[in-house]
């Protein structure tokens, strides 16, 4: 079982990164849309993935691949696990569909929010009741710090800020704000020393980076 890999990344793709390990070795690692846009600027560059390996059902189940999915920290990884424990979510799917962070994805879940949650790729209004009802008093335990990088939350602080990153993202997106750029500039705002403490801080700071500055 491979449960972390470590090496040069040496290409990105939609959804996919190629590591070089050494020794002749290189594999391909499947990634969350929110894990990809965080390795973006990383190419080259020595990372460390935390895996889970799973095998992929194909031509009806009568074809089994090895997949490698890989995630920056263990939280994500096992909240990834968790995600697809939901009917209707399989790791596929759920790749495409976590393009927010781990504790704002919680989040949406502890609030029962669904129409974040609808926001989310792959995720229709069914699909988002199911997620709820299924994983609502499951997810307290991703609602602590970030991961490792990030400016630490306490769990009071956590719900408050999760919120302020959802209605941003509504008012962004409404602005006429591509979704998924608003979920980056948001991402990056949120791992400020200084992070905003509302959503009109984060806005502001949205826009700053928007700027370049």
């Not at 990153?165 to 705002?189: H, T």
Request: glycine share 10%; net charge negative; hydrophobic share 40%.
């Amino acid at each position: 079982m491979i449960v972390r890999i470590e090496g040069v990344l040496a290409d990105l793709g939609e959804g996919s990164a190629v590591i070089e390990i050494g020794g002749g070795l290189t594999y391909e690692v499947l990634l969350s849309a929110y894990t990809t846009g965080r390795l973006g600027s990383k190419i080259g560059q020595r990372v460390t993935l935390h895996t889970l390996h799973y095998f992929d059902s194909l031509n009806q189940g009568a074809t089994l691949v090895p997949r490698l999915a890989g995630f920056e920290t263990e939280q994500d990884k096992h909240f990834f696990e968790l995600f697809t424990t939901c009917k209707g979510i399989g790791h596929r799917k759920a790749l495409r569909a976590l393009m927010l962070d781990t504790f704002q994805v919680a989040a949406a879940i502890a609030d029962r929010d669904v129409s974040m949650l609808q926001r989310l790729p792959e995720i229709g209004k069914r699909t988002a009741e199911t997620v709820i009802a299924t994983l609502h008093g499951k997810v307290d335990a991703f609602l602590g710090p970030t991961p490792a990088g990030a400016v630490d939350r306490s769990d009071t602080q956590v719900p408050a800020v999760a919120g302020a990153g959802r209605q941003a993202l509504e008012l962004l997106v409404q602005l006429g704000e591509n979704q998924s750029q608003a979920m980056q500039w948001i991402d990056r705002a949120m791992r400020d020393e200084n992070q905003p403490q509302d959503t009109q801080q984060l806005i502001e700071r949205v826009y700053q980076i928007k700027a370049g500055t």
